[in-house]
């Protein structure tokens, strides 16, 4: 293999495809990245097994067509030193060389056959989500979505397809985020995606790709990289017997207000309480040691016939504010000590109230 490249070209598409490797293990081969030199242009392949992507390059200078491995990190400390000019890729023998005027570094290489084979399309079927819909969607319940969850499906987002919707849900056990997406589809069909991969894909999906999937892997396509991810099997638990029905009071609040107010109390504690009353709306809390606490308010005139309070816990309450894009949201609620719901448009969280 030999090739010409331009270094930022080259670094840009690496950095991209860093998040795919092996990082713990570096004598695995997975540690590396799979290169080809094709034609006219540069695939770049990387796996941890989890979650793998085929990342090209067109319209380069190949002298000589072939494959290498290179250690993933080793290749973006290199070349992240040198200058944004062209460089050469070329194997000699077991090694890889990478050449820029008069500097020159040398990295050993696997076997590229013992890289990892990825899975393909064929056989699997056509999931018909638009792509910017499928990363806009996966973005609004992103934060409610736990890691390192004993229940391992709530380590990543439902994504379950109705005939007339598709509903999107990520849950921590503390908080259940629902995003709906009104479409009309063919079939119904459940198929959960862990978070990690997620991540990856907001960094992909803002270009038009095909999706297909079977019971085990879903992928992403486009004629510039080839993504996939294991899906998760375990059964998401029955989220739609979690959401509260027959809430007697429903609030109409001002989004900036309330995100202004719970950046004040922040600064103290992370756990609040929200008291509601006929004409305003008051926020107090102190800190871990109770040697400082916080409070404001904002006057409001509600539609409520008790005062009531809220404990809320400010990660989560900010966490919605920020993914909506809405003047005002709502607030539903039964009683102070249950379950309530907040919303914007087809975007629902149901927060379990905190312990202050």
């Not at 995100?259 to 309480?273: A, G, L």
Request: glycine share 2%; hydrophobic share 40%; aromatic share 10%.
């Amino acid at each position: 293999m030999k090739l010409s490249i331009n270094k930022n070209t080259l670094e840009s598409a690496i950095t991209l495809c860093s998040a795919y490797v092996e990082k713990k293990d570096l004598t695995a081969i997975n540690s590396h990245f799979l290169l080809e030199a094709n034609e006219d242009k540069l695939i770049i392949k990387a796996t941890d097994y989890e979650i793998g992507l085929t990342y090209r390059i067109k319209k380069i200078n190949i002298e000589r067509q072939g494959f290498a491995t290179v250690n993933a990190k080793n290749i973006i400390d290199m070349i992240k030193n040198l200058n944004n000019e062209d460089l050469i890729l070329e194997t000699i023998d077991n090694s890889l060389f990478i050449r820029q005027k008069n500097t020159k570094y040398k990295l050993s290489m696997f076997d590229y056959e013992d890289f990892p084979k990825f899975p393909n399309t064929e056989d699997k079927n056509k999931l018909n989500i638009d792509s910017s819909d499928l990363s806009k969607s996966l973005k609004k319940i992103f934060p409610a979505i736990d890691t390192q969850n004993p229940k391992y499906s709530l380590n990543g987002a439902l994504i379950d397809i109705k005939n007339d919707k598709i509903n999107f849900v990520g849950s921590d056990t503390k908080r259940l985020a629902i995003y709906t997406l009104k479409q009309n589809n063919d079939k119904e069909l459940a198929i959960s995606i862990p978070k990690k991969a997620i991540a990856e894909m907001q960094k992909l999906f803002y270009e038009k790709i095909e999706l297909f999937y079977d019971e085990n892997i879903l992928i992403a396509k486009n004629e510039n990289f080839e993504f996939y991810t294991k899906l998760i099997n375990d059964k998401f638990p029955d989220y739609e017997k979690v959401i509260p029905k027959n809430l007697g009071i429903n609030l109409t609040l001002n989004t900036e207000e309330f995100i202004n107010s719970i950046k004040i109390m922040s600064v103290v504690t992370k756990r609040i309480r929200v008291s509601f009353s006929k004409s305003k709306i008051s926020f107090e809390g102190s800190g871990e040691s109770g040697s400082s606490e916080a409070k404001t308010e904002i006057q409001r005139e509600l539609n409520i016939q008790d005062d009531f309070s809220l404990n809320i816990q400010a990660e989560y309450f900010m966490d919605f504010l920020n993914s909506i894009e809405t003047e005002e949201f709502e607030l539903k609620i039964n009683e102070p000590n249950l379950a309530f719901i907040i919303s914007s448009q087809d975007l629902q969280t149901i927060i379990i109230p905190v312990i202050l």
